[in-house]
């Protein structure tokens, strides 16, 4: 749990999904894939097995380790986590509200104060003291800490002045309940509505969007908290409220025609060669942001590209992946490509039939959106040539890095980075880098832009350590102003490409504004930027 390296298990655990990781020994080449899933799965059920029949020795084991890391925590000064409720301390206050429902799946004890400021208590002296550090202390060691991941907002207690620290150990602190808190409630008749710029805010926006309901994005006249937001600004008779959605919406004043009206983005995501496969990962990361946020897709493969299907869309969104193979087919030269792992069918790209769609999709008013050394390294000058980009460096490992971003829509509802120390970063926010060289799972292109593309945002910092070795080569490579976000109109369309991982394991929540600011700009024209 100390380097978490973003693989799907470790993701699970994080959201309190318990995860059985299977292996089956083999010598590489000897054994078909059949062989080798049974083997995954007997070993499953002789996991399940072992369980049941050594079940008081496995909780006599857990035992003593609580009751070792208990007592740790009493003879330790008191320690303990703090986030806040209330927006005035907490811009994603809806997502704060997620990351507690996720330490009560794991059994973290929660308790809630109202002095002094309202705030939820996660004292450390617990017994799965580990863990609760694992999920929530963002130090550099811990490349996905919830609270930087979230967007939320966390106090070490020992980072708080003196004078407040006391207070807090004075408060009187109430065992919290998640589903006392978390119960639905009606919405107050209000001349309009705001709706927070987040995950949970874009997923019922979408829901609005697609009942009909108008739906103005807060962009250009913003000011404070509401920049970036969204206006309903004629409510319905009655708003489709759920345990999360009082959180992300709250009554305001606004005018008629205020923002720029919204309509349901038609997205087309690229889902065949390049991005499936030993590459699934960062499709099924794209499916699952787009799913989650309540927006509607179409999987396009490329023959429907090559056919020239994408007119039917307002963007197209390829996944993170391999910029060669999605352009020329699956590599053949690889062992993962070999006798007994031949990949299913032959090997067959866009070729140069789906370059020339793409780019008269864009030409003609579409949105490109492309991910990491797929969808993004596939935009720049050595691949398709659709951006003004060249690629830098590429599958530099894992960290979390900074990034500066630029005044622009795509950045809107971006909030100042509060660090877990107090102090406070304006103008940037940490993202998810990653790469994977030993599984050839390649990602993180840094850009370097042309003339003609803009960056709106770029590499300004890592948070990293060296002794993790999560990182290959430099980590000064990330404080050269390489770009991290790129845009770039072409003709009468857009382009948007992402060296971060935007989309990472249901898990940045914080940096899918990202995507769901250009879904939305898909479609409200070119005139904004």
């Known amino acids: 749990m100390l380097s978490l390296d973003g693989r799907f298990d470790l993701d699970l655990d994080l959201h309190g999904t318990p995860v059985a990781l299977t292996e089956s020994a083999r010598t590489p080449g000897t054994q078909t894939w059949q062989d080798r899933v049974e083997q995954k799965v007997i070993a499953g059920q002789s996991f399940l097995e072992c369980c049941l029949e050594w079940k008081d020795e496995l909780l006599s084991t857990q035992h003593k380790v609580w009751l070792e890391n208990s007592q740790r925590g009493q003879e330790q000064p008191s320690e303990a986590m703090i986030i806040p ?9 809806a997502l704060a509200e997620e990351l507690i429902e996720i330490l009560s799946q794991h059994g973290i004890q929660t308790y809630s104060a109202e002095e002094p400021f309202r705030s939820w208590i996660i004292p450390m002296g617990q017994p799965d003291r580990a863990l609760i550090r694992s999920m929530l202390v963002s130090e550099s060691w811990n490349l996905n800490s919830l609270p930087p ?15 407040m620290q006391e207070k807090f150990r004075r408060a009187r602190l109430d065992l919290f309940d998640p589903g006392e808190e978390r119960r639905p409630v009606k919405a107050a008749a209000a001349e309009g509505w705001l709706v927070d710029n987040s995950a949970v805010g874009v997923s019922l ?12 994005w807060n962009v250009l006249d913003a000011t404070g908290n509401e920049e970036g937001s969204f206006i309903v600004p004629s409510p319905p008779a009655q ?28 997205i087309a995501l690229y889902s065949d060669q390049g991005v499936d496969e030993r590459n699934r990962v960062f499709w099924a990361d794209s499916s699952s942001a787009l799913s989650r946020m309540n927006f509607t897709f179409d999987a396009v493969y490329a023959r429907d590209i090559q056919e020239g299907k994408l007119a039917e869309y307002d963007a197209l969104l390829i996944p993170g992946g391999d910029a060669y193979e999605i352009l020329h087919g699956w590599r053949t030269d690889l062992q993962f490509s070999k006798a007994p792992w031949e990949l299913p069918g ?9 370059v020339a769609k793409i780019r008269e999709f864009v030409e003609q008013g579409g949105m490109y959106l492309g991910i990491g050394a797929g969808g993004g390294a596939l935009a720049a000058k050595e691949y398709m040539r659709l951006a003004d980009v060249s690629i830098a460096a590429h599958t530099l490992g894992k960290a979390r890095v900074i990034i500066r971003l630029k005044k622009h829509p795509l950045t809107a509802g971006a909030r100042p980075y509060r660090m877990q120390d107090g102090s406070v970063r304006h103008g940037v926010v940490p993202a998810i880098y990653f790469s994977e060289s030993l599984l050839l799972t390649h990602g993180g292109p840094l850009f370097e832009t042309g003339g003609a593309a803009e960056s709106i945002a770029v590499y300004e910092d890592v948070d990293y350590e060296p002794w993790t070795k999560l990182l290959i080569g ?22 948007v490409l ?29 005139d904004l930027v």
């Not at 991941?149 to 004078?163: E, N, Y």
Request: proline content about 6%.
């Open 149 to 163: 991941a979230f967007g939320v907002t966390s106090h070490a207690l020992t980072s708080l002045p003196s004078p």
């Open 474 to 495: 430099d980590p000064a490579q990330f404080r050269k102003g390489y770009s991290a976000i790129v845009y770039q109109k072409q003709g009468k369309g857009r382009v």
């Open 239 to 266: 708003l489709p409220l759920d345990v999360r959605t009082p959180r992300v919406i709250r009554p305001a004043k606004v005018r008629k025609d205020q923002g720029i009206s919204l309509q349901p983005c038609r």
């Open 498 to 526: 992402y060296g971060i991982s935007p989309d990472f394991r249901a898990t940045w929540l914080s940096t899918y504004r990202f995507l769901s600011n250009a879904l939305f700009l898909a479609q409200v024209g070119s």
């Open 85 to 93: 409720k209330e927006r005035d301390e907490q811009d994603a206050v």
């Open 346 to 354: 032959s090997s067959q790209g866009i070729g140069e039939q789906g």
């Open 205 to 216: 926006v979408n829901e609005l969007l697609q009942k009909g309901i108008e739906v103005r």
